[in-house]
């Protein structure tokens, strides 16, 4: 595996390879279980793997956040090393952003709600540096974990804005034994916050069959009703707080009205667990 940290090393790098399709995984780092998922799913599909890790400053709306955010970097490359990954670039915020960047994506609807619209400027953040690695990389294909349901979205419509044609490749959310959705910012749980925090996932699991029954049965439990349920369970654990529970439409993302909404509904959470923000999501119908 080749680590480089300039533009002009990973242009060399890419033309010493120049299989195709080239597959490529951008992550922050501190890698988990569901990040290698990604690299050997793009091993399966692809020539060549590259992967990007890099913290970006740009997607961060809060300093302390970005200061807390885990680092890894030597676990990193072994790890990406171990699932077969060919190139891995792993840049300083210099090399990205030479100049500050000042683009504004037209993301449309998909990057107001949720998580654009509790963490503003976020997805703007996500669309520039992500844009930047694929015009560094020029992938063929990219792979994103679901659990960043939203952020695929973004990405999507990022893409459909540029005019870049590569795929995109959205893989399952891995989770732990117990539920919890992997994340690298499970780490920085204390022991009490890790404990509640399976809570997240038992409630939209248990909302989303009790749904799937009633639809069976020809019933159809209002909407808003279970957003309320769902988010009073997460709540009912003491060191839990519900950012938001949203029933949405799984291809636009606006409000779900009904069950039978085209593309079918998805239950997005944020939660916050003392100083750590969680996200989840699943799909209901
Ligand atoms: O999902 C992430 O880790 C990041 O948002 C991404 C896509 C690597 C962009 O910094």
């Known amino acids: 595996m080749e680590i480089v940290t300039t533009r002009a090393a990973l242009a060399e790098a890419l033309a010493a390879k120049p299989g195709s399709p080239r597959g490529f995984v951008p992550t922050m780092g501190a890698l988990h279980a569901g990040h290698i998922s990604l690299v050997e799913r793009a091993r399966r599909e692809n020539e060549v793997v590259v992967a990007s890790v890099f913290v970006n400053p740009t997607q961060f709306n809060d300093p302390d956040d970005l200061k807390r955010y885990p680092r890894t970097p030597q676990e990193d490359i072994r790890l990406l090393e171990d699932a077969g990954t060919d190139i891995v670039f792993m840049p300083t915020p210099q090399e990205i952003y030479p100049e500050p960047d000042t683009r504004v994506f037209a993301l449309a609807g998909v990057s107001e709600v949720m998580e654009g619209a509790t963490r503003p400027g976020h997805f703007n953040g996500v669309a520039q540096v992500v844009s930047r690695l ?10 994103f974990g679901e659990k960043d349901f939203q952020q695929v979205a973004v ?18 959310t891995v989770r732990e034994a117990d539920g919890l959705a992997m994340s690298s910012r499970n780490t920085l749980l204390g022991p009490a916050h890790r404990a509640a925090a399976p809570a997240i996932y038992r409630a939209m699991d248990r909302a989303a069959k009790q749904v799937r029954t009633s639809l ?31 029933l949405v439409n799984a291809r636009t993302l606006s409000p779900a009205r009904s069950w039978d909404e085209e593309g079918g509904v998805q239950g997005c959470v944020a939660v916050q667990a003392g100083k750590v923000r969680l996200i989840d999501n699943l799909r209901f119908v």
């Open 134 to 143: 694929f015009d560094l990389v020029r992938p063929d294909r990219a792979y």
């Open 155 to 172: 990405i999507r419509a990022m893409c459909r804005e540029c005019g870049y044609r590569l795929e995109i490749v959205s893989c399952p």
């Open 216 to 246: 069976g049965e020809g019933q159809a439990p209002a909407v808003e009703d279970v957003e309320r349920q769902v988010a009073e369970e997460i709540n009912s654990e003491q060191l839990l707080e519900v950012i938001y529970f949203r």
